[in-house]
């Protein structure tokens, strides 16, 4: 609920004080100061953008905890649970401890300053779990609504009601 509106003002900071729009070879002469306080913004990110993801898919898997009693999907949950957090946690420590000094992340003049790792593949393969457990997600209760007694339609229609609020989630 937070992180969304947090996402916004950041992303509304950046356009506003970041110089977004202009090129930054032209920034680079006329106002550097822009870029700096873009890069800055843009630090905030990844620890934002990990949270907002995780906080919805795990309001998803507790809702799943209330409803699923059987062990093996009860046990699926909290090793999904487990994944989610420990990703955002992880997401976050290496957003923030990625470049030596951290101050290395806007300030690229800094003399021995460098990043501890290759940004655009840690990004990259720290979506990968994400994805995962967004289709774990979308499976889990797929087995226990078609075992329930009921019409095809209702469990059509209840397929599609957790098909929905996984793919929601899936585009957060």
Not at 13 to 35: C, D, E, M, W
């Amino acid at each position: 609920m937070v992180c969304t509106p947090t996402g916004r003002f950041i992303a509304l900071s950046i356009i506003r004080f970041g110089g977004v729009g202009y090129h930054i070879a032209g920034l680079a002469v006329t106002n550097p100061g822009k870029i700096v306080i873009w890069s800055k913004l843009l630090f905030s990110t990844p620890l934002v953008y990990s949270w907002a993801v995780a906080f919805p898919k795990l309001a998803i898997l507790a809702m799943f905890l209330r409803i699923f009693t059987k062990g093996f999907y009860r046990n699926t949950v909290m090793v999904l649970a487990t994944v989610s957090i420990a990703l955002a946690f992880a997401v976050s420590l290496v957003s923030i401890f990625g470049c030596t000094p951290v101050s290395y992340f806007w300030d690229k003049a800094i003399p021995n300053g460098h990043y501890n790792f290759n940004p655009k593949d840690f990004y990259l393969w720290a979506t990968l779990p994400n994805i995962i457990t967004d289709v774990i997600m979308l499976i889990l209760p797929q087995p226990m609504i078609w075992k329930l007694h009921a019409t095809r339609s209702v469990k059509l229609g209840l397929s599609f009601t957790f098909l929905t609020g996984s793919v929601s989630d899936a585009e957060d």
